[in-house]
């Protein structure tokens, strides 16, 4: 044993730690209490949904609130914009024309005639798609679901298919594609057939809020008996890109088959014209500027259409539609589309 040293007794030697071990019990037990308090009073707050992350400055361009998924709203007219295609329509005496545009994002728009029924043309098509796609997102046909050719559902005009044996069977989604693609009319008549034919199209066209959309007879249907407007074309591509039809891949299946549309002479070169370009490849010009327009066409000699989904520099989307009913194959059905679609491009975009 060291000198001048004594030995700890039993009561020195546990009493430290008993200390420290009492103290960490008083701590834990005040930061609990502490904890439940706060928990108690931020409850209600957190039930309400009070407590939201900081939101991020993202610059002018996305500070305005976009329109809520699956809304079709209207809000602001471009009144400038309505005027300007009234004056174009005028200036062509013997044409009648119907125009809208809708800019999801914030909901400016422009009218002209929008809820004038007139003949679809191919431009049927595009509701048939969204048609189609719904029912193969709800597993009511599949991807690659054959669909017979029949003598009932050939159509002459453009495409290919009816070129095909009697018999032949095609998967839903080569008629789909096709019936964008090339607008080939017996591929949308196979849809036609089964999405249930045109009387349960019709009910369906008008229960999502197309009432001027009818098929009333098979393509190509060259009398122009099939008919639709400008505001439910628009409204047929918006109903898939803001979500209120389609899941997300359903709605890139639909962009996707848009987006292989070989026809580009009406829209997409107009819009390009109106910034201050022409080109043989309109849709490739428009890339330079930021903008991207997947259209589906129509012609029938005496009535002309264009519907598209336009994706602008800025980031927002629009939806413009033009139709145009006249005397057979008169140049200027086609001239007043793509001048109407030319004032778009000058309002939203401007010039370079």
């Not at 904890?35 to 949904?49: D, I, V």
């Not at 809208?100 to 005639?113: N, S, T």
């Not at 994706?311 to 033009?322: D, T």
Request: aromatic share 6%; proline share 6%; hydrophobic share 40%.
């Amino acid at each position: 044993m060291t000198a001048g040293r004594s030995p700890r007794s039993p009561k020195s030697r546990w009493g430290q730690p008993l200390r420290l071990v009492l103290r960490l019990m008083v701590m834990g037990i005040g930061l609990g209490v502490i904890t439940g308090t706060s928990l108690k009073l931020l409850a209600p707050r957190l039930a309400q949904g009070a407590m939201e992350a900081p939101s991020l400055d993202l610059g002018a361009a996305n500070t305005g609130k976009g329109l809520d998924p699956g809304q079709f709203e209207p809000r602001t007219e471009l009144t400038a914009l309505s005027q300007r295609w009234a004056q174009l329509a005028a200036a062509q005496k013997g044409l009648q024309s119907s125009a809208f545009l809708l800019v999801l994002d914030d909901g400016r728009f422009a009218q002209l005639q929008p809820d004038l029924a007139l003949p679809a043309a191919s431009s049927i098509k595009t509701p048939i798609l969204l048609a189609g796609l719904e029912d193969f997102d709800n597993g009511k046909l599949r991807w690659n679901e054959p669909l017979p050719l029949t003598k009932e559902v050939v159509g002459g005009g453009a495409g290919w298919m009816a070129s095909k044996p009697v018999g032949t069977r095609f998967p839903f989604f080569e008629a789909a594609t096709e019936m964008i693609r090339v607008s080939d009319n017996s591929a949308t008549n196979l849809l036609i057939k089964r999405l249930g034919g045109k009387t349960a199209l019709n009910e369906r066209f008008t229960a999502i809020g197309l009432p001027s959309t009818a098929v009333n007879n098979w393509l190509p249907d060259l009398e122009g008996t099939n008919t639709t407007s400008s505001r439910d074309l628009a409204r047929s591509i918006a109903l898939v890109d803001t979500g209120e039809k389609l899941s997300p891949r359903a709605r890139d299946l639909f962009r996707e088959i848009m987006g292989t549309s070989r026809t580009n002479t009406l829209i997409p070169l107009g819009l390009l014209l109106g910034l201050g370009k022409d080109s043989a490849d309109p849709d490739s010009e428009l890339l330079s500027f930021g903008i991207t327009a997947y259209n589906k066409t129509g012609d029938i000699g005496i009535a002309y259409s264009d519907a598209a989904l336009i994706q602008l520099p800025n980031g927002q989307r629009a939806v413009a539609a033009f139709m145009v009913k006249g005397p057979f194959n008169d140049p200027r059905s086609a001239d007043l589309i793509r001048a109407m679609a030319g004032e778009v491009s000058k309002t939203l975009v401007g010039r370079k």
